[in-house]
């Protein structure tokens, strides 16, 4: 018996489909799994230490809104900075922090950053940083978070370091 030419023309498009079908499967697969264990590889590590991510939250937006705000209401409009707050807040002599840190028990950093083009305001004195709290014991044990404010019409970043 001889074959017809036209089933086999539908043999190999059904082949053509279902190797189609493999690969969008297979492609679909690799890059839910490569998504999965991206998130995991972008995190900071905090190794034998708990995450104290939202409390580096609360004590940055605690200091830009409250303790170092130009703003005499306790909804300001902007995140504009007090000169002076600044200045007595990043004076060795005082340090103000377990006033600021949100958490019992917990231990933190706070860096001042400007980051504009120009000269730093006069508060940063020479330095375009200003720091006040202790060293993380490393850098896996830390939880930071960054947020910006204005200094004297300029631009700064406020970074608060959390850690057990």
Known sequence: MRSNSTDSYQDDRAQTVI???IAVSTFVLIIAVLFA?????LTTPITNQA????EAAQTAQTLVVDTLSAHTTSSPTTTQLSHEKVVEFFDN???????????DNLSSRVTLVYIGPQEPPTAFG????????????NSNVASSYTTTA???DRP???EVETWH
């Open 37 to 41: 264990s991206l998130g995991g590889v």
């Open 156 to 158: 700064v970043m406020v």
């Open 126 to 137: 020479s330095n375009r940083t200003l720091v006040v709290g202790d060293q993380p014991p």
């Open 150 to 152: 204005v200094l004297d």
């Open 93 to 103: 002599d005082s340090p103000q922090l377990d006033n600021v840190t949100a958490g």
């Open 19 to 21: 190797g189609f079908v």
């Open 51 to 54: 995450d104290t991510t939202e």
